[in-house]
């Protein structure tokens, strides 16, 4: 590890980075025989003993490596760290969210539909009218900008075909239909209870909520998750494995 990460990880809850990294620089060029007490520090003092015996007195590398340290620190703080899934839920009309819940199903799936860039990846057992038009304008819009739309049916998905009837014309009034198909899965695979939305092979949401106004909207209690990373590419995989071609 070198001196800037070690700096950065005793400066990495500081609130004021370079007035800290100015204290932490006074505090290691301090004699031994007038360390203050730990009360007088915000830094863990068995932290402060380990940057004493790495730099012992050598106040112009302490001061370069507290400089560092804290821009160290920025840098980390600059990246995205956007976690790799947050939870997702549908809710009754006027449900407060619980605390840590900030994402609903039709948001979520909303999302994902307006960041699409390439191809996007819709599964359900169950699509009905209500909730196919709560995505269509976004998934036409999408078609538009060069977005490859697949939808892909279960063997015995039922209440699919007005929806999906719905979906094409307005596709073709306000997209490109070139870009739009409909896909079965093959007719030994087993039962396809899953219900994803994937953008791009980069984000999906996987949950409980079918293409449905309930679903999407309440009144029912939907819970999934949105997922973000190479996992994602593991959902495609195993739709490919049973999608009828």
């Given at each position: 590890?070198?001196?800037?990460?070690?700096?950065?990880?005793?400066?990495?809850?500081?609130?004021?980075?370079?007035?800290?990294?100015?204290?932490?620089?006074?505090?290691?060029?301090?004699?031994?025989?007038?360390?203050?007490?730990?009360?007088?520090?915000?830094?863990?003092?068995?932290?402060?003993?380990?940057?004493?015996?790495?730099?012992?007195d050598d106040r112009t590398r302490i001061e370069a490596a507290?400089?560092?340290?804290?821009?160290?620190?920025?840098?980390?703080?600059?990246?995205?760290?956007?976690?790799?899934?947050?939870?997702?839920?549908?809710l009754p009309v006027g449900a407060r969210l619980p605390f840590g819940l900030?994402?609903?199903?039709?948001?979520?799936?909303?999302?994902?539909?307006?960041?699409?860039?390439?191809?996007?990846?819709?599964?359900?057992?169950?699509?009905?009218?209500?909730?196919?038009?709560?995505?269509?304008?976004?998934?036409?819009?999408?078609?538009?900008r060069g977005v490859v739309l697949e939808i892909m049916l279960p063997t015995r998905s039922t209440r699919a075909g007005d929806a999906l009837g719905d979906l094409e014309q307005t596709i073709t009034r306000d997209g490109v239909i070139q870009r739009f198909s409909v896909a079965t899965l093959r007719p030994d695979a087993p039962w396809?209870?899953?219900k994803v939305?994937?953008?791009?092979?980069?984000?999906?949401?996987?949950g409980s909520a079918n293409v449905t106004g309930a679903g999407i909207a309440g009144p029912n209690l939907e819970l999934g998750?949105?997922?973000?990373?190479?996992?994602v590419e593991v959902v495609d995989e195993l739709l490919d494995l049973f999608r009828d071609r």
């Open positions: 590890m070198d001196d800037a990460e070690l700096v950065g990880g005793v400066l990495i809850d500081s609130v004021d980075l370079w007035t800290a990294a100015k204290q932490l620089a006074a505090i290691l060029t301090e004699p031994n025989n007038e360390v203050r007490p730990p009360s007088r520090s915000s830094f863990d003092p068995d932290l402060v003993g380990v940057l004493r015996a790495r730099f012992e507290c400089n560092l340290g804290a821009a160290w620190v920025l840098g980390r703080r600059s990246v995205d760290s956007e976690p790799p899934w947050e939870l997702v839920a549908s900030r994402r609903t199903t039709g948001e979520t799936l909303m999302q994902l539909v307006t960041q699409a860039t390439r191809s996007l990846r819709l599964v359900a057992p169950f699509i009905d009218r209500p909730g196919m038009a709560f995505l269509a304008d976004a998934l036409a819009a999408s078609t538009a396809a209870h899953l939305l994937v953008s791009d092979s980069a984000a999906a949401y996987i998750v949105l997922v973000r990373g190479r996992a």
